[in-house]
C-alpha cells in the first residue's frame, strides 16, 4: 500500500482491521497514534515483545533510507520463508510417528 501511495496512517488502519489477533490490532492501533504525534514508526515498536528486534531494525533501516516500502516487503519474504522452513521441518518431524501409528492401528 505504501508504494502506491497510501499514506502509512491508512495502511496501519487497513492492516490493524485486517489482523485476526486482537493484541496485535490493539498494538497498531496505538502505534497509530504514536506515528500521529510525530514519533517513528520503529521507535514505537521499539521493546515491544510482540514484535521480532530484527523487524524493528528494519523498519528502522527502511524509515532512514526513504524505502520503507521495500523493506517492508524483504521483512514479510523474510517471515514467509522462516514459517515455510518450520512447516517443512514439523512434517518431517511428524512422518514417522504418524507410520508408526498407522502401523499399530493396522
Not at 505504501?2 to 489477533?21: H, Q
Not at 497514534?33 to 510525530?38: A, K, L, M, Q, V
Not at 533501516?61 to 512447516?87: C, H, N, R
Amino acid at each position: 500500500m505504501l508504494g502506491s501511495g497510501v499514506s502509512i496512517v491508512e495502511s496501519l488502519k487497513i492492516v490493524s482491521d485486517a489482523v485476526g489477533n486482537e493484541a496485535y490490532r490493539q498494538r497498531i492501533l496505538l502505534m497509530i497514534e504514536d506515528i500521529r504525534s510525530g514519533i517513528k514508526m520503529w521507535e514505537a515498536l521499539d521493546g515491544d515483545p510482540l514484535f521480532p528486534d530484527m523487524m524493528i531494525q528494519m523498519i528502522q533501516v527502511g524509515e532512514q533510507s526513504a524505502k520503507l516500502d521495500m523493506t517492508i516487503v524483504k521483512v514479510a519474504d523474510f517471515y514467509d520463508e522462516q514459517v515455510d522452513t518450520i512447516a517443512a521441518n514439523i512434517n518431517k518431524l511428524l512422518e514417522p510417528f504418524i507410520i508408526v501409528f498407522l502401523a499399530v492401528v493396522v
